[in-house]
């Protein structure tokens, strides 16, 4: 998988037929096992609290998911923290509130962040396009626009919680049911399309970064770049049948897993 930089916000995808062989593979053996996306348009439909929670989620998951997602697989536990963190209670506390929060995150280990995690949420209620008379409302007035589409809503999305970049607004979309065709390129996205389908980008000055943190950082600052890797791969995704925020789910999912390792080694 070459990616080669053209001109300023020019970018060449180049996705080879074996990596579309693989890709096709890893699709058809593994969406079974994968965790199915919620079902597209239920962002419309989410209550308040749903959307409060998904949004913390993305809060505790930047620097690393390994923690959020280990307290979100102890249900009574995650039941307790979301209740702890949840609009109606953080309204009714007057003081200290940065406090509190970060004193909850670092409680249930919800992210290595705690403090820093703890002003962003604080950002967040003092925030009017996110939060008024104590309801969350950063998606209400979009809720039945008819005519704005997800691209806008990514955009729009990306000014209303200026702490998300690109990545953890595509992943938030994912996860409320508001696309098909974004995908969050996360460590362990990049790391699979690096180790397995030789990801590296190449600069217009000739420069090649190849590691895979620096490549994940790139793409994530690189907003021109972000797409067209997106659209690229949401082409390919379109010719094996399958929609990109659903590979998307089936690359994260099964990254800490030996499946795709396996699936690449002896049948794709």
């Known amino acids: 998988m070459e990616v080669r930089e053209v001109s300023k916000n020019v970018w060449s995808v180049k996705v080879t037929e074996e990596d579309k062989k693989k890709i096709m593979c890893i699709a058809q053996k593994l969406k079974s096992t994968t965790p199915p996306l919620p079902e597209y348009g239920y962002w419309k439909r989410m209550p308040s609290k749903e959307t409060w929670k998904s949004t913390l989620s993305q809060f505790c998951v930047v620097g690393s998911a390994q923690l959020i997602e280990k307290l979100m697989n102890d249900k009574k ?35 290595r962040f705690h403090n820093k995690t703890a002003k962003r949420i604080l950002k967040c209620l003092e925030n009017e396009d996110m939060v008024k008379e104590g309801k969350v409302i950063l998606l209400e007035d979009l809720k039945n626009n008819e005519t704005v589409n997800e691209d806008q809503i990514r955009n729009i999305l990306l000014k209303r919680i200026p702490f998300l970049k690109m990545k953890s607004v595509s992943d938030f979309m994912i996860s409320i049911g508001a696309t098909k065709r974004f995908i969050a390129f996360d460590t362990r996205v990049v790391g699979l399309m690096n180790r397995f389908f030789g990801l590296r980008i190449t600069l217009k000055s000739g420069k090649k970064i190849e590691e895979s943190n620096k490549i994940r950082d790139k793409i994530g600052s690189d907003k021109a770049l972000y797409i067209a890797m997106e659209k690229r791969l949401s082409e390919v995704c379109r010719d094996i049948g399958v929609n990109l925020s659903c590979l998307d789910r089936i690359l994260f999912n099964n990254a800490k897993k030996s499946a795709i390792e396996y699936l690449l080694e002896t049948i794709c």
């Open 77 to 111: 536990r995650y039941a307790e923290f979301v209740t702890k963190l949840s609009i109606e209670t953080l309204m009714k506390i007057r003081t200290n509130r940065e406090k509190y929060i970060s004193e909850q995150l670092k409680e249930f280990k919800a992210t």
